[in-house]
């Protein structure tokens, strides 16, 4: 899966591409971060985007261009990656496009977390406020002057990528001030109206997994009767429903008995040891008195 995540800074691009991450075992391509380890490692390129992120400006649309198209093609991002803060112009867009092509590999979804900007101040305070008391050394951009000016260059750069994607019929937009899950949610549901993830990426554990799956699988078998199920809807759902609970209710079975099982044995090998053990202690014990 290849997402765009698009939103001003602020908007929680960061946070969610963490949580997108560890849900689907893709990587996150942070042009910011990329740049920032740049900066802290005294590069070629680190050196030319020092003066300009410190101000809030854009780094320029090759350099950032070439960072990104370079770890495309490391072996960690084949399975997917997450693009946060890249695009950030129509130039880059369209030099992805063409990198993309190139590389035959497909955009699934650009994704724009719509925030309401007067809320993007105090959520970058509070972010600041955060790293601070976690003793984190806070980003020299994150100030609310340089904010402004980052607000600024988003407006008049990124914001016609909205524009671009949703004429190429890519763009899904999503209420980015929702709390941080629903946001996850809503990215979650929106993929997979895409048809970018596979339903069985719902983090289930495998317990749970196995009745649901149990149940499915007598719905299905329930259904597959239409004529029946036509000339008596009533009790064909009833039949439906009392496979699918009877279903759920074995798979509760089988497991609560696996459980006592394994308790059991547990306790039997527990018995036999102490058993063993215990007199021939005790015997040595009285031996020697
Ligand atoms: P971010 O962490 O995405 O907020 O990026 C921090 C800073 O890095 C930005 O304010 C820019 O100066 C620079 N930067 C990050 N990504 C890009 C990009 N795609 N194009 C140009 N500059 C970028």
């Known amino acids: 899966m290849r997402i765009i995540l698009l939103g001003p800074p602020g908007s929680g691009k960061g946070t969610q591409a963490q949580l997108l991450v560890q849900r689907y075992g893709i990587v996150q391509l942070s042009t910011g971060e990329m740049l920032r380890a740049a900066v802290a490692a005294g590069t070629p390129v680190g050196l030319k985007a020092k003066e300009i992120m410190a101000g809030g400006g854009l780094v320029p649309d090759d350099v950032v261009v070439g960072i990104i198209s370079d770890r495309i093609d490391q072996p ?20 992805l496009d063409e990198l993309l092509k190139h590389k ?3 955009l699934d979804a650009v994704i724009e977390l719509r925030v309401n900007e007067s809320a993007l101040l105090s959520r970058v305070e509070t972010r600041v406020a955060q790293m601070r008391e976690r003793g984190e050394e806070v980003r020299v951009d994150d100030t609310p002057e340089v904010l402004t000016k980052r607000l600024a260059s988003y407006r008049s750069q990124t914001e016609p990528l909205i ?13 980015g001030m929702m709390a941080i899950d629903e946001v ?18 719902h983090a289930r554990s495998a ?5 649901a799956k ?11 009767k239409p004529a029946k199920a036509a000339k008596r809807p009533s009790k064909s759902t009833k039949t439906a429903k009392k496979a699918a609970k009877q279903a759920v209710k074995g798979a509760k079975k ?11 044995k547990t306790a039997k090998t527990a018995v036999k040891k102490a058993s063993k053990k215990g007199p021939k202690k005790v015997t040595k014990k009285r031996a020697k008195r």
């Open 76 to 95: 960690d991002a084949r399975n997917g990656f997450i693009l946060d803060g890249f695009p950030r112009t129509v130039g880059q867009a369209e030099a």
């Open 104 to 106: 035959h590999l497909k």
């Open 163 to 175: 524009h671009y994607y949703s004429e190429r019929r890519k763009l899904s937009t999503i209420d």
């Open 184 to 201: 996850t949610r809503a990215i979650h549901r929106q993929l997979l109206a895409l048809g970018a993830v596979e339903p069985k990426t």
């Open 207 to 211: 317990a749970k997994a196995a009745p």
């Open 214 to 224: 149990k149940a499915k699988a007598a719905k299905k078998k329930a259904a597959k």
């Open 254 to 264: 089988a497991v609560k008995k696996t459980v006592k099982k394994a308790a059991k």
